[in-house]
Nanobody, 122 residues
Framework: QVQLVESGGGLVQPGGSLRLSCAAS????????MSWYRQAPGKEREAVAH????????NYKDSVKGRFTVSRDNAKNTIYLQMNSLRFDDTGVYYC???????????????WGQGTQVTVSS
């Protein structure tokens, strides 16, 4: 069965960095685009970053452009989110998500990870 297991969350000060990882199993990882989402307290879940099945082409939420970098290692069935210059409003639960196609365009999320908490606080 499909499994997505996130790790790397934690407490960080504003301006700090974290690297999230998501280990995937139960499907042919290199066939599918992947995404990172987040949900802040009291807010809806929102897309943060997407990456094509073979990597290379990515897409970001405007507020994280230049600060976050999504990448994947298809040999390790793992997707990453490098987060730099973290801000208070980056706080939330971060979810790894499998898309239904090789691209995030015209596709849907068909499986979610359990999430990992990121807290930016001084």
């Amino acid at each position: 069965q499909v499994q997505l297991v996130e790790s790397g969350g934690g407490l960080v000060q504003p301006g700090g960095s974290l690297r999230l990882s998501c280990a995937a199993s139960g499907f042919t990882f290199s066939d599918y685009a992947m995404s990172w989402y987040r949900q802040a307290p009291g807010k809806e879940r929102e897309a943060v970053a997407h990456i094509l099945n073979m990597g290379g082409i990515t897409n970001y939420k405007d507020s994280v452009k230049g600060r976050f970098t999504v990448s994947r290692d298809n040999a390790k069935n793992t997707i990453y989110l490098q987060m730099n210059s973290l801000r208070f409003d980056d706080t939330g639960v971060y979810y790894c998500a499998k898309r239904s196609r090789s691209s995030w365009i015209n596709s849907e999320v068909d499986f979610w990870g359990q999430g990992t908490q990121v807290t930016v606080s001084s």
